[in-house]
């Protein structure tokens, strides 16, 4: 499976200087920290809050909430815990291959970079982490909008139409929130802007100018 979609440019640029960033498998890393909170919270549910991230406790020394807040469970379902983090590994397992070691690394750190940076700069805790899924799904479903994935292990839906889903609750929750909010769903979704933003516009003006043709033909 390969995508026809490029990577930026300033992308090759950073990953000559910051190749030491590269992070190799990303996706066990995730899924290992998922696992492990999911079985400390059904454990004992006091375990949300140990592992959330609340800018003011970090502030008192407990720094470990900087990287345990990923360890938030997906979902405290059983069944629906094993679709979701089989999807999260293969989602990011995906990209990985078709990206690299780097960009896959630099993908996911720029949205939990700025994700920690505005919780801190609005005091927002940070109680769960679907939102970072959903990033992932994004581009996964722009580099390979044609591919087909078995929703619930039976539904055949292809990704273009799951990522174009995604955007519109995505479009609607930035309608909805208060600025704080949006601010926070932003920084989240940074990457995808950062990676896909550009050339979504220029296939956007591209479709924009073929239609234009065609009127002026048609005349």
């Known amino acids: 499976m ?4 490029e990577s930026p440019k300033w992308l090759g640029f950073l990953e000559r200087y910051l190749r030491w960033l590269a992070i190799p498998n990303l ?3 995730l899924v290992t920290l998922q696992v492990l909170g999911f079985l400390l919270v059904t454990t004992d549910p006091i375990w949300l809050d140990r592992l959330a991230l609340y800018p003011g406790q970090v502030l008192q020394g407990e720094y470990w909430r900087l990287i345990t807040f990923l360890s938030l469970p997906l979902t405290l379902n059983p069944f629906w ?3 979701g983090l089989w999807f999260l590994y293969f989602i990011l397992d995906t990209i990985e291959r078709e990206w690299g070691a780097f960009k ?3 993908y996911v750190l720029v949205s939990i970079v700025l994700t920690i940076a ?3 700069a609005l005091d927002l805790p940070v109680l769960e982490v679907t939102d970072l899924q959903s990033t992932l799904f994004l581009a996964a479903a722009a580099l390979f909008p044609e591919f087909e994935v078995r929703l619930f292990f039976i539904i055949p ?3 273009r139409w799951l990522g174009w889903l995604t955007l519109t609750f995505l479009f609607v929750r930035l309608f909805q929130s208060s600025w704080d909010g949006r601010f926070y769903l932003l920084a989240i979704y940074s990457n995808y802007c950062l990676f896909f933003g550009p050339v979504l ?3 956007i003006r591209q479709w924009i100018r073929r239609e234009n043709f065609k009127k002026q033909l048609r005349r």
């Open 118 to 120: 505005v919780s801190f």
């Open 81 to 83: 815990v094993i679709f």
């Open 2 to 5: 390969a995508s026809n979609l």
């Open 201 to 203: 516009v220029n296939r």
């Open 104 to 106: 896959t690394t630099f």
């Open 157 to 159: 839906v292809k990704m």
């Open 27 to 29: 996706a066990i890393i």
